[in-house]
């Protein structure tokens, strides 16, 4: 299956999606990279089923400016409802006000991260995505979103040990709230097209752990109508 990796900005190398999902060559996939969005066209979705997104909004490693106008947002939601499959992993859900119509499209927004962590993740529903998945550990940025859509189908939770930090952020020291339980994988539909997002991944250990190179190689899968 061909897919379309979009990656790297300024705060997330894009060698780490690149290796992280070099393993799932041996499982069908064969990646077309672009990292500086200069590269991208809006054109180019339509040769994919898929798209893995691992970027937020800088051009580059190097150009800071934001790759997401208008019409490349709109290129992307017209690629998913017309049957296109999208999967936003980590970086890929920063979005922002200039951002409203992909951040609409993903059903949420970051919004923020504790310190580098032991972030544990679990699925919690039977789902095409899940299956075959056990729990995992791994030191990663434990990803808090904002959910923007009605209709997630959350199948995957993640939840982090107290780290001293989150009285700034407004949470409870202790985890004595459901703040801190975080959906770490749902899904979503739109037209006729299919929405994953998966929030680890900021670390290569985390692509590479065997039971998250399950969830990528099925959320795939499923993306592209599978």
């Not at 490349?72 to 409802?81: G, I, R």
């Not at 032991?118 to 940025?141: L, S």
């Not at 904002?146 to 982090?160: G, K, N, P, T």
Request: proline content about 7%; hydrophobic content about 35%.
């Amino acid at each position: 299956m061909r897919v379309f990796l979009f990656c790297g900005d300024y705060w997330h190398p894009e060698q780490v999606p690149i290796d992280g999902v070099a393993p799932l060559r041996e499982k069908g996939f064969d990646f077309d990279i672009i990292t500086d969005a200069n590269d991208f066209s809006p054109d180019i979705l339509k040769n994919y089923p898929v798209v893995l997104l691992s970027k937020s909004g800088e051009i580059s490693r190097t150009e800071k400016d934001s790759w997401k106008t208008q019409e490349v947002q709109q290129a992307f939601v017209d690629y998913v409802e017309n049957g296109g499959g999208l999967l936003a992993v980590h970086n890929a859900t920063v979005g922002g006000e200039r951002t409203q119509t992909l951040d609409a499209l993903l059903g949420c927004r970051f919004s923020y991260h504790p310190h580098d962590c032991p972030v544990t993740v679990q699925p919690v529903k039977p789902h095409p995505v899940t299956e075959g998945v056990g729990m995992f550990r791994e030191v990663d940025e434990h990803y808090r979103l904002e959910i923007l859509s009605s209709d997630i189908d959350v199948f995957m939770a993640s939840y982090s040990p107290p780290q001293g930090d989150e009285a700034q952020y407004g949470e409870d020291p202790y985890h004595n709230s459901e703040a801190w339980v975080c959906p770490a994988g749902y899904a979503r539909t739109q037209g006729e097209g299919r929405v994953c997002v998966l929030t680890p991944g900021h670390h290569l250990a985390v692509w590479r752990n065997p039971q998250y190179q399950r969830a990528l190689e099925n959320a795939l899968r499923w993306c592209a109508g599978g």
